[in-house]
């Protein structure tokens, strides 16, 4: 006799919506406020609700697996260069450009594939999510950018430096006795 109940269960879990940690339709709105909260002079910053919704965000980023290998003390450097960025640029979220339509904004329409002189590509943001995402992603790209290339050039002075005091080294490229104290 087959037990049934695990396949209407497995048909159950396949009508359920996975839920996203972050509803971008909410984050899209409160952005919106705010922003024009700003316009109107009402504030300067973002609120303390908007910034944790942004940490949340960059968290979830910065815990995937491109990332896994950072150590603790270089993704508090993400953590910190992406809060700068956020805070620059956080108003700068252009709603009418997002394609979800929550102001009655005409959105546009984009090119699509059959469109006339259009690359394929719609011309649209995703919303306040997708906004967010990106400004944690190329904080953190940049910033593995700027160490890498920090990297390379303390490597270069070191085989410059190797280079110009050989007498300095032996042939495993270890000191000799000239860097030790002297009795």
């Not at 160490?147 to 410059?160: A, G």
Request: net charge positive; with cysteine; glycine share 6%.
């Amino acid at each position: 006799m087959k037990d049934n109940s695990k396949s209407e269960n497995l048909g159950d879990l396949k009508k359920i919506k996975k839920n996203n940690y972050m509803d971008d339709e909410d984050l899209t709105k409160l952005l919106i406020k705010e922003i024009n909260d700003v316009k109107e002079k009402v504030k300067k910053t973002p609120s303390d609700d908007l910034t944790k919704k942004f940490l949340i965000i960059h968290k979830h980023i910065v815990s995937r697996s491109n990332f896994s290998g950072y150590s603790d003390d270089y993704k508090v450097e993400f953590l910190s260069k992406a809060q700068m960025k956020f805070i620059r640029n956080w108003y700068k979220f252009k709603p009418e450009k997002s394609k979800h339509n929550f102001n009655s904004v005409d959105t546009g329409s984009g090119t699509g594939s059959g469109g006339s002189g259009g690359s394929g590509i719609k011309n649209e943001l995703k919303g306040a999510f997708n906004f967010f995402s990106l400004i944690s992603w190329t904080s953190i790209t940049d910033e593995i950018k700027k160490l890498n290339k920090q990297k390379s050039n303390q490597e270069k002075f070191l085989d410059i430096y190797r280079e110009n005091n050989k007498s300095c080294f032996n042939q495993d490229n270890q000191e000799n006795n000239f860097f030790q104290e002297q009795p």
